[in-house]
T-cell receptor
Framework: DTAVSQTPKYLVTQMGNDKSIKCEQNLGHDTMYWYKQDSKKFLKIMFSYNNKELIINETVPNRFSPKSPDKAHLNLHINSLELGDSAVYFC?????????????FGPGTRLTVL | GIQVEQSPPDLILQEGANSTLRCNFSDSVNNLQWFHQNPWGQLINLFYIPSGTKQNGRLSATTVATERYSLLYISSSQTTDSGVYFCAVGGHLYSGGGADGLTFGKGTHLIIQP
């Protein structure tokens, strides 16, 4: 019954490694997102994606890349992990692109880079 | 980009008290959402309220879009209401970083003491 799910819930890894976080939504939504919550709990959009376009926040390093095998999934790949990448990453979905429709969030993935 | 300011930043109340949380935003928006982040880190949708008033049990919210603010009311607080309350806006002309997602405020950290 979970609307937006993410795996894994926790991820601990070494600097320099490459890792992925998976996200799935069963709401039938057309648009998915990735957000980053830093240590001060500030939430910031990283990507917006639907089957027509990917919109990238200009501050996101190109080590981060979203990959969508189908409309229900948007995975986040991170290359060459750095200490500053430690954060909680949230996936979300909504019906439309543009931020006007209600967004629903996954449970989050806490990434710790050692 | 759009600015979202929440007040107060911290609030400590006794069980049974009422509270009002405020969210001001700097530009016209088509989406405003209130979230509760519980102590386990989950982001729970409270209200999707770009304008008007809604109520859900002990919680209610009002958004006055023309004056660019929203209020979240919590009545008869319970310890389970503790956590961080976020206001987030979307669907505005100048989204933060251009990624078309929600722009979050810094949150109100609410502690309800028994």
């Amino acid at each position: 019954d979970t609307a937006v799910s993410q795996t894994p819930k926790y991820l601990v890894t070494q600097m320099g490694n490459d890792k992925s976080i998976k996200c799935e939504q069963n709401l039938g939504h057309d648009t998915m997102y990735w957000y980053k919550q830093d240590s001060k709990k500030f939430l910031k959009i990283m990507f917006s994606y639907n089957n027509k376009e990917l919109i990238i926040n200009e501050t996101v390093p190109n080590r981060f890349s979203p990959k969508s095998p189908d409309k229900a999934h948007l995975n986040l790949h991170i290359n060459s992990l750095e200490l500053g990448d430690s954060a909680v990453y949230f996936c979300a979905s909504s019906q439309d692109l543009g931020g006007s429709t209600e967004q629903f969030f996954g449970p989050g993935t806490r990434l710790t880079v050692l | 980009g759009i600015q979202v300011e929440q007040s107060p930043p911290d609030l400590i109340l006794q069980e049974g008290a009422n509270s009002t949380l405020r969210c001001n935003f700097s530009d016209s928006v088509n989406n405003l959402q209130w979230f509760h982040q519980n102590p386990w880190g989950q982001l729970i949708n409270l209200f999707y309220i770009p304008s008007g008033t809604k109520q859900n049990g002990r919680l209610s919210a009002t958004t006055v879009a023309t004056e660019r603010y929203s209020l979240l009311y919590i009545s008869s607080s319970q310890t389970t209401d503790s956590g961080v309350y976020f206001c987030a806006v979307g669907g505005h002309l100048y989204s933060g970083g251009g990624a078309d997602g929600l722009t979050f405020g810094k949150g109100t950290h609410l502690i309800i003491q028994p």
